[in-house]
């Protein structure tokens, strides 16, 4: 069985729901409160390339950190983005399911279905 991992911010609706979908299935992720305890840059880069997505496109936008940093500003390197999503966790986008070398954000939280084995 591949191992899941699952980002999660046990405030985040989205996130219960989720979790909620997997268990459901009788699936116990591995859970990772990345709040309390953020990715490292090689952590979330590594997701980001299970994921199939540059770092702009993980981001929160409505955090206030993301306006307070200007990350909008489009001379930002992918590394500066990745540096500020671990400084300030609050800004990557959850929930993230990560199963074997495949990864998905639960946006719809029905979307962590998709990537299961």
Known sequence: MTELTL???????KSRSALELLEGR???????????TPPTAAELQDVLNKLGIA??????TGEDEYKQLNLADSDLSDEQLIEAMVAHPRLIERPILVA??????????EKVLEILP
């Open 55 to 60: 770092p702009r496109q993980l981001l929160r």
């Open 7 to 13: 980002y999660h911010n046990p405030r985040c609706s």
């Open 100 to 109: 074997g070398n495949r990864a998905t954000v639960g946006r719809p939280p």
């Open 26 to 36: 009788g699936l116990t992720p591995t859970i990772i409160r990345y709040l309390e």
